[in-house]
């Protein structure tokens, strides 16, 4: 009897302890996954939007580049898309500014031209964006393909910046890309 009791004992403290263990456990992801949402909703003001919305409803810069920190001999190319009439227009710029008016306080929007846009698929998360119209006064069309999020700092200015990798595809030349515009 006093075995059987013994046993009871332990086999009640064993079950206390291995429930105890699986609900810390349980308690410990959720707490990881808040945290890393949270973390990575300020870092990438993109990642509760579709890509195909982030794209044409921000009312600021989105700057081509090799990569975030890439260092170009002849700028960057900064896209400002137009919504309603379904045009961006391109510059060249010397770097990447907080904002669409700070670029222009710098006097730093070279106006390469502006194109007709349209979505050449239906996907909201990977579009790809076709541009046709003329730059610099040449005929030109590209397709920009979107790919992966990607989030990062700017170090030239010290800025948050996040985005997509992209590819883009100008005279049927694919390069790999970022597509990165300003944490707000």
Same mark, same amino acid.
């Given at each position: 009897?006093?075995?059987?009791?013994?046993?009871?004992?332990? $086999?009640?403290?064993?079950?206390?302890?291995?429930?105890? $263990?699986?609900?810390?456990?349980?308690?410990?992801?959720?707490?990881?996954?808040?945290?890393?949402?949270?973390?990575?909703?300020?870092?990438?003001?993109?990642?509760?939007?579709?890509?195909?919305?982030?794209?044409?409803?921000?009312?600021?810069?989105?700057?081509?580049?090799?990569?975030?920190?890439?260092?170009?001999?002849?700028?960057?190319?900064?896209?400002?898309?137009?919504?309603?009439?379904?045009?961006?227009?391109?510059?060249?710029?010397?770097?990447?500014?907080?904002?669409?008016?700070?670029?222009?306080?710098?006097?730093?929007?070279?106006?390469?031209?502006? $194109?007709?846009?349209?979505?050449?698929?239906?996907?909201?998360?990977?579009?790809?964006?076709?541009?046709?119209?003329?730059?610099?006064?040449?005929?030109?069309?590209?397709?920009?393909?979107?790919?992966?999020?990607?989030?990062?700092? @700017?170090?030239?200015?010290?800025?948050?910046?996040?985005? @997509?990798?992209?590819?883009?595809? $100008?005279?049927?030349?694919?390069?790999?890309?970022?597509?990165?515009?300003?944490?707000?």
């Amino acid at each position: 009897m006093k075995k059987n009791k013994s046993l009871a004992a332990i $086999l009640a403290i064993i079950t206390t302890l291995s429930l105890f $263990l699986v609900g810390c456990g349980q308690s410990a992801k959720k707490g990881t996954a808040t945290n890393n949402s949270s973390k990575a909703s300020m870092q990438n003001p993109t990642k509760n939007k579709s890509a195909k919305e982030a794209l044409v409803a921000s009312n600021n810069l989105w700057y081509m580049n090799g990569t975030i920190n890439y260092k170009s001999q002849s700028g960057i190319d900064a896209y400002k898309f137009n919504q309603r009439n379904h045009t961006v227009t391109i510059y060249s710029v010397n770097k990447i500014y907080k904002s669409y008016s700070a670029a222009k306080k710098a006097n730093d929007l070279n106006k390469q031209g502006t $194109l007709k846009y349209s979505f050449k698929n239906n996907s909201n998360d990977r579009p790809v964006i076709y541009m046709k119209g003329k730059l610099s006064d040449i005929p030109m069309d590209q397709t920009v393909s979107v790919k992966n999020q990607v989030s990062g700092t @700017y170090k030239a200015a010290n800025l948050k910046v996040s985005g @997509y990798q992209v590819v883009r595809n $100008l005279d049927d030349d694919p390069a790999k890309q970022v597509l990165v515009t300003p944490a707000n």
